[in-house]
C-alpha cells in the first residue's frame, strides 16, 4: 500500500544533542511537509518542499533544517534539540500543489523527547 | 492567531448519538478540510468542502460550510466507540498550505 513512513516512532535525545528525523513516502508526491504538534495543540508548519525547492515558515526556529536527497525521502534535523522542542513531528505529502485542493497524507509521527 | 477555532474543547456522547463539532476561521478560503487523529498518530483525511459548496457528505459524516459566516461544522451520526479522536478542520486560503484549528476532542462511551 503506498503510504508514508517515519522513522523512528519515538526518539529520545539529550539536550543540545543534533538529531534527525526521517521521512519516506511510496506514494510519489511532490510535495512533502513538516509538522510540530505540541500535546493537545494544532499542528504548525515548520516548513515544506516542492519537489527540491525548500520554503520555510517566517516563524520556523534557525534551530530546525530539512533535507530532501530524493522525491522519496526528506529529513528533519534538529540541530540543538531544546526541552522546548519536546514533540511529535509529523510528515505530510502532497500530490498537489498550487490552487488545487491539497489533501495531504500524513505519517505516523515521530514522539521527540528531550531529557 | 491566524488558527481557526473549534468548538467546543472535548466532547463526550454515548455510542449511537451524533456528534456535531464546530469550526470558524477569520481569513478567505479555497476549501476546507477536517481531519481525525487518533491518540498519539499522524492524521487521516475525512472530507473537504469547496469554497462554492454547502454542505457535503461521506458515509456518517455530513460537513457544512457557511462562508458568510465564515464556519464549518462536521457531523458523525450514529457515533461508534471507534470514533473516538481529536478532530480537526484545516483550511487552505492559497497555496499549499495547511491552517489548522484547535481541534475538538471526542470521546464516544460505551
Known amino acids: 500500500d503506498a503510504m508514508v513512513i517515519q522513522n523512528p516512532r519515538y526518539q529520545v535525545t539529550q539536550f543540545g544533542k543534533p538529531v534527525t528525523l526521517s521521512c519516506s513516502q511510496t506514494l510519489n508526491h511532490n510535495v512533502m511537509y513538516w509538522y510540530q504538534q505540541k500535546s493537545s495543540q494544532a499542528p504548525k508548519l515548520l516548513f515544506h518542499?516542492?519537489?527540491?525547492?525548500?520554503?520555510n515558515e517566517a516563524d520556523t526556529p534557525d534551530n530546525f533544517q530539512s533535507r530532501r536527497p530524493n522525491t522519496s525521502f526528506c529529513f528533519l534535523d534538529i540541530r540543538s534539540p531544546g526541552l522546548g522542542d519536546a514533540a511529535m513531528y509529523l510528515c505530510a505529502t502532497s500530490g498537489t500543489y498550487g490552487l488545487a485542493p491539497n489533501e495531504q497524507f500524513f505519517g505516523p509521527g515521530t514522539r521527540l523527547t528531550v531529557l | 492567531s491566524q488558527q481557526g477555532e473549534e468548538d467546543p474543547q472535548a466532547l463526550s456522547i454515548q455510542e449511537g448519538e451524533n456528534a456535531t463539532m464546530n469550526c470558524s476561521y477569520k481569513?478567505?478560503?479555497?476549501?476546507l478540510q477536517w481531519y481525525r487523529q487518533n491518540s498519539g498518530r499522524g492524521l487521516v483525511h475525512l472530507i473537504l468542502?469547496?469554497?462554492?459548496?454547502r454542505e457535503k457528505h461521506s458515509g456518517r459524516l455530513r460537513v457544512t460550510l457557511d462562508t458568510s459566516k465564515k464556519s464549518s461544522s462536521l457531523l458523525i451520526t450514529a457515533s461508534r466507540a471507534a470514533d473516538t479522536a481529536s478532530y480537526f478542520c484545516?483550511?487552505?486560503?492559497?497555496?499549499?498550505?495547511?491552517?489548522f484549528g484547535t481541534g475538538t476532542q471526542l470521546k464516544v462511551e460505551l
Open positions: 481569513t478567505s478560503i479555497n476549501n
Open positions: 518542499y516542492y519537489d527540491k525547492d525548500f520554503n
Open positions: 468542502i469547496r469554497s462554492n459548496e
Open positions: 484545516a483550511r487552505t486560503g492559497g497555496g499549499n498550505k495547511l491552517t
